[in-house]
Nanobody, 118 residues
Framework: QVQLVESGGGVVQAGGSLKLSCVAS????????MAWHRQAPGTVRVLVAG???????YYADPVKGRFTTSRDNAKNTLDLQMISLKPEDAGVYYC????????????WGQGTQVSVSS
């Protein structure tokens, strides 16, 4: 089993920055990819960024150049640095871990809320 706990959400003005963290624990030996997803009210959960094999990164087009995901192996965390935030970036951000890419849905965190005011 893998447990994921997100933190770092909050309220920020448009143009501001936030850093989300996802602490992973448990048996990570079979995990091949981790990812961040966003779910805005009334919408489906969408993939925002991912880290495959601990090396290759993926970013959805709307966040390229503004979001950066990275793994801190010492802390066993997956971070998401977000800059130049836009109102459309708002939503609940979920961390996930899985055994394949791009279907990184084996394990989920509880989510952390990001609000962006215009």
């Amino acid at each position: 089993q893998v447990q994921l706990v997100e933190s770092g959400g909050g309220v920020v003005q448009a143009g501001g920055s936030l850093k989300l963290s996802c602490v992973a624990s448990g048996d990570m030996s079979g995990i091949k990819a981790m990812a961040w997803h966003r779910q805005a009210p009334g919408t489906v959960r969408v993939l925002v960024a991912g880290l495959i094999g601990g090396v290759t990164t993926y970013y959805a087009d709307p966040v390229k150049g503004r979001f950066t995901t990275s793994r801190d192996n010492a802390k066993n965390t997956l971070d998401l640095q977000m800059i130049s935030l836009k109102p459309e970036d708002a939503g609940v951000y979920y961390c996930s871990a899985g055994t394949s890419w791009p279907t990184v849905r084996g394990y989920w965190g509880q989510g952390t809320q990001v609000s962006v005011s215009s």
